[in-house]
């Protein structure tokens, strides 16, 4: 009798094993089999979560058939306790082995949402919300507008539901600091109050990623130090010679040549114009300093600059004042600070608008007449045909 026992305990555990076996290698088929995603999402690993927590988002989203399944591959790969907080793109089709090698192996996060703030002149922003799609990597746009003429609901709804969105923060060179201080109280993905106006000159233009909730004052921060070190770093690199005492004389100069050019070829040239005057004793003569006397930073002028505005005594005007203002006009950026440190070597004194959005230089004034005479033909021609 206990021969028969022991022979269908045996034939029991025979059938246990195999069994076992089958379910380990049916298992292992279904977690590198192709899974039931069917277009490519986008997938959040929130900071601090647990591996059954994730597991089951992925389940809720279609990126795995079995959140179980999942666990016990993540446990026998040895990778259940691997998971990288981000933002994740997972192609379709993907395997539960893959989608693990997704959300354990980190790096930078993709977000399907991209809001970007522009700051404007007029101490505002502009928002432009972008969609990467999933599977293709195509950019679409999908709204841009400024708060004050309302939020779209395709904005207003990715917000309230919660969905992750990346947020940049765009300062475009040549901002006054009360611009870039408006600016930032008008977004409404920020937070906290600014106690007062930075110094003018001292924020460094550029594009930042922020989470949503940022505090304010922490942005302007952020901005102040990088402005000092890229500062620091031109003024260690300046030419020998120069007509400048100090760091904070080249902000100043900077921030003029921010405000005269756009154009990346000119900065140097317009650099060399104003430091050959500055070595002759000549005055600067420039209007956007006219501009920042009347203005002193806060706004634009919105209009042009009248006969009696370049005769009048500002602290800024340098057509009145010799030598450079007392404060930079607006926060150059690096490209302008490095430009007045490092100036070209050209023997131009004047120089004029061309039409084309450049300038003409010229070494003579009578030269410079001649430019001038072209330019005002230019704006005539432009003034009849918009009448």
Do not use: C
């Amino acid at each position: 009798m206990w021969k028969s026992v022991a022979a269908n305990g045996m034939s029991f555990l025979i059938v246990v094993f195999v069994a076992l076996a089958g379910a380990i290698a049916w298992g292992q088929r279904e977690f590198r089999a192709p899974g039931p995603l069917a277009e490519a999402t986008f997938f959040e690993v929130p900071r601090g979560a647990t591996l059954r927590r994730v597991s089951e988002d992925l389940q809720e989203v279609g990126a795995v058939s079995s959140a179980m399944l999942f666990r016990l591959g993540a446990d026998y790969a040895g990778m259940a306790d691997q998971l990288r907080f981000g933002n994740y793109e997972i192609p379709a089709g993907a395997s539960m082995e893959e989608v693990l090698e997704i959300v354990t192996a980190g790096g930078p996060s993709q977000f399907r949402y991209t809001a970007t703030y522009v700051l404007r002149l007029a101490g505002t922003g502009e928002l432009r919300l972008r969609e990467r799609v999933p599977g293709t990597g195509e950019i679409v746009a999908l709204a841009d507008f400024a708060y004050e003429d309302g939020v779209p609901a395709v904005y207003s709804d990715l917000v309230e539901s919660g969905t992750p969105m990346v947020y940049r923060l765009s300062v475009p060179e040549g901002l006054t600091s009360w611009q870039i201080v408006e600016g930032l109280r008008a977004a409404d993905f920020l937070s906290g109050e600014i106690a007062e106006v930075p110094p003018e000159g001292m924020l460094a233009p550029d594009t930042f990623e922020v989470r949503r909730g940022q505090d304010r004052q922490e942005m302007l921060d952020r901005m102040q130090a990088a402005q000092a070190e890229i500062l620091a770093e031109a003024w260690a690199n300046r030419q020998d010679g120069l007509p400048l005492a100090s760091p904070e004389e080249a902000l100043i100069l900077a921030s003029i040549i921010e405000k005269e050019t756009s154009v990346a070829e000119e900065r140097r040239r317009v650099a060399s114009v104003f430091v050959n005057r500055l070595n002759r004793g000549m005055r600067l003569q420039t209007d956007p300093t006219v501009i920042y006397g009347i203005t002193e930073g806060r706004g634009v002028l919105g209009r042009g600059i009248r006969a009696s505005e370049l005769r009048a005594e500002t602290p800024w005007n340098t057509y009145v004042i010799n030598g450079l203002p007392p404060t930079p006009i607006a926060n150059p950026g690096r490209a302008a600070i490095e430009a007045a440190v490092n100036p070209d070597g050209s023997p131009f004194i004047f120089f004029v608008a061309d039409g084309t959005g450049g300038h003409a230089f010229a070494e003579t004034l009578e030269e410079h007449n001649r430019n001038v005479a072209v330019w005002r033909r230019i704006e005539a021609e432009r003034a009849a045909e918009s009448q």
